[in-house]
């Protein structure tokens, strides 16, 4: 044994005489929170797609009606050029379809794995519901109450005043 641990002989005590660590034994944190005690310096920041993702999981669906067409047309046996030509024409309507109509951004159906199409899909719903309700695109959480503070303060400043 060394540094003074564990039994100074195993003999007489039904062990093998291995000292281990208690891996069961919590050891106390430091002192520093893992969140702000200020509450009124947390703003809720709602997460914004990557628009580079969006394009590309639009781009990639079209992809996979396009192959699956072409691997249609070859189990078919239809001729090179014949396979060239029809998936290039379902290639452009797709793309110009998707361009005119625009995503599809109620969020139904969506997985969870595509958080960028949630997160667009939430900051659609989120301004249908702002303009439903009249709120105003510079309105500021809290800022009614802030307003009513200082009309307190500029009536007991002018009360001391007088």
């Not at 969006?54 to 781009?59: F, P, Q």
């Not at 067409?69 to 014949?82: F, R």
């Amino acid at each position: 044994m060394s540094s003074n641990v564990g039994l100074s002989t195993p003999r007489g005590s039904g062990t093998s005489g291995y000292v281990q660590r208690n891996l069961s034994n919590l050891r106390p944190r430091d002192n520093a929170a893992p969140y702000p005690r200020d509450f009124d310096s947390i703003k809720h920041r709602q997460r914004q797609p990557d628009r580079a993702i969006l394009d590309h999981d639009r781009k990639r669906e079209v992809e996979v009606k396009v192959f699956e067409l072409q691997d249609k047309l070859e189990d078919e046996g239809v001729d090179e050029d014949e396979i060239e030509a029809q998936t290039l024409a379902l290639r452009k309507r797709l793309l110009a379809e998707n361009e005119k109509t625009g995503p599809d951004r109620s969020g139904k159906g969506l997985k969870p794995h595509q958080v960028h199409e949630l997160a667009e899909a939430k900051i659609e719903e989120s301004e249908k519901l702002r303009r439903a309700l009249g709120i105003s695109a510079d309105y500021e959480e809290g800022s009614h109450w802030r307003k009513a503070e200082e009309r307190l303060r500029d009536a007991d400043a002018s009360r001391d005043k007088a």
